[in-house]
Each structure stands twice: as C-alpha cells, then as structure tokens.
C-alpha cells in the first residue's frame, strides 16, 4: 500500500472550477519518491485536460511541508549515473507538468519547502505562504548539486541570492522569501486560506480563455528573444479578439461608465 496520497478536489465557484491538487505524506514531511511523482503528475496532467478548471491550488497535507524534499532513503541507493538521470528527471517531470498546466498554479506553502520541494514551487506561477514557512536548499550538503528547476531561481531571486541558497545551503524564512521575490505573500498561518483564496478570487475576475492565453504567452516570454516575445504578445492579442470574450466585458463596462 502507497505511504503516500494525491487528492484532486474540484470546487465549483461561481467564475468556474478551483481544483485543489493535496499531496499526502505527512508521516515523512511530504518527502517526494517515483510513486508519488508518477501521482502528481498524472494529477496535473489530468487536471491540464479539463477545460473547466480556472485555477489550481496545490499544497501539502498537515501543516507541517508543502514538499520537504526527495526521498532521502532513495536517492543514497542511487549508484549508477543511468539512476540518477532518471530520479532527477522524473521530479523535471513533475515542475515541467505544473509549469504546462494551461491554467494558474498557486503554491500554498506551510512548513518546510525544501530541495525538490522548492524547484516544485519554482515550477509554480504563484507562491503564498505562512509567517512560520522555511525555505532552502540541502542538496550540497548531502553529496549532490541543486539542479533541474532551481534554474528558474535566478529569474526569480537573481544570481546572488540563488548563489547563497545553492552554495551556503542555509535555510530561510518566509519574510526574507518575500523581500527576495520568492514569495508573492506572506499570511499568518490563520489567515492563509483567505489569503490564498483571495488570489484565486482575483484570477477567477478574468475571462477564462484571456487567463490561459496569458500564461502561455508568459511562457514563451521566457525563451525568446525581447523583440520576438513582444511580436508573440502581438500574435496573442490578435488571436484573444477571435474568442468575443472581450466584446462582452468591454461592453458591459462601457455601459456601466455610462450610467
């Protein structure tokens, strides 16, 4: 029997469907191996399919981690370079999962958010979490380098500050995640449903084909050269005025101004 759960909760609003995506492994700080993997990106991959899903919130079961790591058990019993190639790339797999999600991820970060955990919440488009959330980086100090997803935090942190996470290996709260630009928000721990909730209220405002759009063009922004992202933005509106979505919110504000 699997040590660990993935549970997939559709909530019905009245802006469209909030999917909730809660990894259970609380016996273990929701520590990561290749069954869970496999659970979580099926999970994503399930939820990419739906076109009913708006925004999607994903958060670890107790309290206690979001994702404190790989399985530590597992990866000492890796030996040949084909194994570590595969582990590694299965964990890609699951941020490549979250960051192909055609809909907002928002990472709901409680406890440890450690390792692979954190290149998961890389992987993320939104980060909230508690006053009392730890971060960092392990993995040096344990024989192996930080890789796979943590390029994303020099996007998100700069060279320096990723520098200290990857090479001083020292954890850090989440007030100075949010100075760093790690975190979006930083609640007490009472108030992070609202504060998560609040977001997805926010995303729930947009038009559900303006949102998708936005993220992919997001994700192309990210490869491209400057000139070429901005005639991508170019394609983008161009195509978003086919769908009518904007001809309906338009109007109604413009009759709204008017009265």
């Given at each position: 029997?699997?040590?660990?759960?993935?549970e997939i909760?559709?909530?019905?609003?009245?802006?469209?469907?909030v999917?909730?995506?809660?990894?259970d492994?609380?016996r273990?700080?929701?520590?990561?191996?290749?069954?869970?993997?496999a659970d979580?990106?099926?999970?994503?991959?399930?939820?990419?399919?739906?076109?009913q899903?708006?925004?999607?919130?994903?958060?670890?079961?107790?309290?206690?981690?979001?994702?404190?790591g790989?399985?530590?058990?597992h990866?000492?019993?890796?030996?040949?370079a084909?194994?570590g190639?595969a582990?590694?790339?299965h964990?890609?797999?699951?941020c490549?999962?979250?960051?192909?999600?055609?809909?907002?991820?928002?990472?709901?970060?409680?406890?440890?958010?450690?390792?692979?955990?954190?290149?998961?919440?890389a992987?993320?488009?939104?980060?909230?979490?508690?006053?009392?959330?730890?971060f960092?980086?392990?993995?040096v100090?344990?024989?192996?380098?930080?890789?796979?997803?943590?390029?994303?935090?020099?996007?998100?942190i700069?060279?320096?500050?990723?520098?200290?996470?990857?090479?001083a290996?020292?954890?850090?709260?989440?007030?100075?995640?949010?100075?760093w630009?790690?975190?979006e928000e930083?609640?007490?721990?009472?108030?992070?449903?609202a504060?998560?909730?609040?977001?997805?209220?926010?995303?729930?405002?947009?038009?559900?084909?303006?949102?998708?759009?936005?993220?992919?063009?997001?994700?192309r922004?990210?490869?491209?050269?400057?000139?070429?992202?901005?005639?991508?933005?170019?394609?983008?509106?161009?195509?978003s005025?086919?769908?009518?979505?904007?001809t309906?919110?338009?109007?109604?504000?413009?009759?709204?101004?008017?009265?």
């Open positions: 029997m699997a040590e660990h759960k993935v909760i559709r909530e019905a609003r009245k802006g469209g469907t999917a909730h995506v809660v990894f492994n609380t273990r700080l929701n520590v990561v191996n290749p069954p869970a993997l979580l990106i099926k999970a994503f991959e399930e939820l990419s399919r739906d076109e899903v708006r925004v999607v919130v994903f958060s670890g079961a107790g309290g206690k981690a979001f994702i404190g790989a399985d530590i058990k990866m000492a019993a890796l030996k040949t084909d194994e190639r582990f590694i790339t964990i890609h797999q699951l490549q999962a979250i960051r192909d999600c055609p809909v907002p991820v928002i990472a709901r970060l409680e406890g440890y958010t450690l390792g692979a955990g954190l290149e998961v919440a992987a993320c488009d939104i980060r909230i979490a508690t006053e009392s959330a730890a960092g980086m392990p993995e100090r344990v024989g192996i380098p930080s890789v796979i997803e943590a390029a994303l935090l020099p996007r998100l700069g060279w320096g500050r990723t520098s200290w996470l990857l090479m290996a020292e954890n850090i709260g989440a007030r100075k995640a949010e100075a630009g790690f975190l930083v609640a007490k721990t009472s108030e992070i449903t504060a998560v909730d609040r977001c997805v209220e926010a995303i729930l405002d947009g038009t559900p084909k303006a949102i998708r759009a936005q993220k992919a063009l997001m994700r922004w990210e490869e491209l050269p400057l000139s070429d992202a901005i005639q991508a933005g170019i394609d983008s509106f161009a195509q005025v086919t769908t009518g979505e904007h309906e919110k338009m109007t109604a504000f413009i009759n709204r101004k008017r009265g």
